[in-house]
C-alpha cells in the first residue's frame, strides 16, 4: 500500500511539472487565521489558497523536511548503526527543545533516528544524523542542506541548523517549501516515515521498547483534528514560526499539498475548556473545503478553436485555426459551469510568418487557462487541420526570395566588378591601340623621309649655291652695260 501511494504521488508531480501556478484561484472562499497558507493541488498544479506565500518566515521543525531528504540521499544503507555521543547531544543544551530521550554511548541506525526525528519531531536524532552525514561536522552538513534547496529552485530558504529551532538567517517560504515536499514525495522511504501515525522504536543498548505518536494530530483517529485522508509530513512550533503544518491529502483520486505556517502560537479556549491548534484546525478545514467544492472538469477539447493565425502560401486558404493540444480540465467549484473558464491565447506566443504546409497537431502558440481573473494553468496550441501549400505560390515565393537573399546580392555584387573589369580592360586595350597607331604612322612618316647624313647635306648646300649663284648678278656683265 505504501508503495502504491508513494508511486501515486510521484505520476501527481510528474504531471503538474509542466504547469506553473500563478495566482490562487479560491482566496475569497476562506478566511485563514494563520499568517501563512499555501494550497496546491497535485493533480494539476492549481494554487487553491494563497495568503503570504512568498514571505520569508521562521519553518520550525519543517526544517526536519530537508534533513531527511539529504540524509536518504547521501545514506545507502539505512540500517547503519550510529553510537551517540555526548558533543552532538551538547549542542542542544539549554534549549528545552522537543527530544526522544537519546543518550550518549547509544547505538541507533540511520532509519531509527529518521523515525524519532519525523515521527517524534526529535531535535537530538537531527543533530546525530546531521553530524554523522557531514562527515562528523553539522556545519558541513548545514552547507548540503542549502546546497539541497538550490537544486529544487528553492530562491529563498537558507538553514543555520539540521533541527529548526529559532535563529537568524534560518527562514523559508512556503512556496519553497512546497518545491521541496513535492520532490520528497517521489522518495518512498520518505512517504513511509512522514505517513506513520506511530513509531516503536525496539530496545537498543540504553533502553527498552517504546512507541512515539505522530506530533501531527491530523493521523490520529483520537484526535478532534483527525482527518482519514491525510498522509502526513510534519509539524512545527517555535517562538518565531508559530504553529506550522505541511501536509498532503488524497480522495477520490484528487491530491492536495497544504502548507500553514505562523498559526497563533497561543492556543484558543473551547467552551469546553480545551485547547484549539489553528494549523491543525485550518489545514483540515482547507481539506474538507476542497474536497467537497473542487472538481476537475473538462474546458476545452482538441475539437474547441481558440483562435486563429494567418499562414502564407497556402492552398485555397490564408489562415490556420488553433486547438487545444489535448483535452484540457481545470479544478472547478462544483456549482460552477464549465463555461466560467476562458482560454486566452498569449498573443507573443503565437507563431509568426507561418508558411505552409502545415500538419495538425503542430504546436503553434500556448493560451492560458483563466478562472475569476486567475491563471489556472497553461496550455500548448496547435494547428487543428493540415494546410496545403500552392505550387505557384510556392514558386512565386521562391523567385522573389532568390532576388532578396544574400546568395543573389552576392551574385550582383559579382557581377557589378566583372563589369567594371570588363570595361577598365576594354578602355586600356582601346587606349593601347590608338598608341600603336600613332606609333605605326610616325614610322611610316619618318620611313618616306631622306635619311639626315653628310653626304646628303652638302649635296643639297651646293645645290642650293648653283641655284644662287645663277639668280646673283654678273658683276663684270653689269660693268660692260655701263661702259
Known amino acids: 500500500m505504501k508503495k502504491t501511494l508513494t508511486f501515486i504521488f510521484s505520476f501527481l508531480i510528474l504531471l503538474s511539472v509542466a504547469v506553473i501556478?500563478?495566482?490562487?484561484?479560491?482566496?475569497?472562499?476562506?478566511?485563514?487565521?494563520s499568517d501563512i497558507v499555501y494550497m496546491e493541488s497535485l493533480d494539476k498544479g492549481t494554487v487553491i489558497f494563497n495568503k503570504n506565500s512568498s514571505q520569508k518566515t521562521a519553518m520550525a521543525s519543517l526544517t526536519k523536511i530537508t534533513t531527511a531528504l539529504v540524509v536518504l540521499e547521501n545514506c545507502k544503507d539505512l540500517n547503519k548503526q550510529i553510537t551517540v555521543?555526548?558533543?552532538?547531544?551538547?549542542?542542544?543544551?539549554?534549549?528545552?527543545?522537543?527530544?526522544?530521550?537519546?543518550t550518549a554511548g547509544e547505538q541507533l541506525t540511520i532509519k531509527q533516528l529518521l523515525y524519532l526525528m519525523m515521527v517524534k519531531s526529535a531535535n537530538e536524532a537531527s543533530s546525530i544524523l546531521a553530524d554523522y552525514v557531514g562527515g562528523g561536522s553539522i556545519d558541513n552538513f548545514i552547507v548540503m542542506m542549502n546546497d539541497f534547496a538550490k537544486a529544487r529552485g528553492c530562491t529563498n530558504t537558507h538553514y543555520v541548523n539540521p533541527h529548526g529551532l529559532d535563529a537568524?538567517?534560518?527562514?523559508?517560504?512556503?512556496?519553497?517549501?512546497?518545491?521541496?515536499?513535492?520532490?520528497?514525495?517521489?522518495?518512498?522511504?520518505?512517504?513511509?516515515i512522514v505517513g506513520s501515525?506511530?513509531?516503536?522504536?525496539?530496545?537498543?543498548?540504553?533502553?527498552?521498547?517504546?512507541?512515539?505518536s505522530n506530533t501531527n494530530a491530523l493521523l490520529h483517529s483520537y484526535s478532534p483534528y483527525y482527518y482519514e485522508?491525510?498522509?502526513?509530513?510534519?509539524?512545527?512550533?517555535?517562538?518565531?514560526?508559530?504553529?506550522?503544518?505541511?501536509?498532503v491529502a488524497t480522495k477520490n483520486g484528487y491530491s492536495y499539498l497544504c502548507i500553514i505556517i505562523s498559526g497563533p502560537n497561543k492556543e484558543t479556549t473551547t467552551s469546553s475548556g480545551g485547547y484549539v491548534n489553528i494549523a491543525f484546525k485550518e489545514t483540515k478545514k482547507a481539506y474538507e473545503w476542497a474536497?467537497?467544492?473542487?472538481?476537475?472538469?473538462?474546458?476545452?477539447?482538441?475539437?474547441?478553436?481558440?483562435t486563429s493565425i494567418d499562414v502564407t502560401l497556402g492552398k485555397n486558404t490564408d489562415h490556420v485555426r488553433l486547438v487545444p493540444k489535448e483535452e484540457s480540465t481545470a479544478l472547478m467549484p462544483t456549482n460552477v459551469d464549465s463555461s466560467a473558464i476562458l482560454i486566452i491565447p498569449i498573443k507573443d506566443s503565437l507563431a509568426k510568418d507561418v508558411k505552409a504546409p502545415i500538419k495538425a497537431g503542430e504546436v503553434l502558440g500556448q493560451a492560458q487557462v483563466m478562472y475569476a481573473e486567475d491563471v489556472l494553468y497553461t496550455i500548448d496550441l496547435v494547428a487543428g487541420e493540415d494546410v496545403s501549400r500552392s505550387?505557384?505560390?510556392?514558386?512565386?515565393?521562391?523567385?522573389?526570395?532568390?532576388?532578396?537573399?544574400?546568395?543573389?546580392?552576392?551574385?550582383?555584387?559579382?557581377?557589378?566588378?566583372?563589369?567594371?573589369?570588363?570595361?577598365?580592360?576594354h578602355f586600356i586595350s582601346k587606349a593601347k591601340k590608338k598608341q600603336k597607331s600613332i606609333h605605326m604612322v610616325r614610322m611610316n612618316t619618318q620611313k618616306n623621309q631622306p635619311k639626315n647624313n653628310p653626304k646628303h647635306s652638302n649635296l643639297k648646300t651646293t645645290s642650293k649655291q648653283k641655284k644662287l649663284q645663277s639668280q646673283k648678278p654678273n658683276k663684270n656683265m653689269n660693268n660692260k652695260k655701263r661702259q
Open 229 to 247: 485522508y491525510c498522509k502526513g509530513i510534519k509539524t512545527g512550533t517555535t517562538d518565531n514560526a508559530g504553529q506550522c503544518l505541511a501536509s
Open 168 to 192: 537568524d538567517n534560518h527562514y523559508t517560504t512556503a512556496e519553497d517549501l512546497a518545491k521541496i515536499i513535492k520532490y520528497g514525495l517521489k522518495n518512498e522511504m520518505f512517504c513511509e
Open 21 to 33: 501556478p500563478v495566482h490562487a484561484a479560491y482566496n475569497n472562499e476562506m478566511d485563514f487565521t
Open 291 to 306: 474536497f467537497k467544492n473542487i472538481k476537475l472538469k473538462v474546458v476545452a477539447k482538441p475539437t474547441d478553436v481558440v
Open 391 to 425: 505550387f505557384l505560390a510556392y514558386l512565386g515565393y521562391l523567385i522573389k526570395s532568390f532576388f532578396k537573399s544574400t546568395l543573389m546580392k552576392l551574385v550582383f555584387f559579382l557581377f557589378l566588378i566583372v563589369a567594371v573589369v570588363i570595361l577598365v580592360l
Open 85 to 102: 555521543s555526548q558533543k552532538v547531544l551538547d549542542t542542544l543544551a539549554g534549549t528545552n527543545s522537543s527530544t526522544a530521550g537519546i
Open 197 to 212: 501515525p506511530t513509531y516503536t522504536l525496539e530496545q537498543t543498548n540504553k533502553r527498552k521498547t517504546v512507541t512515539y
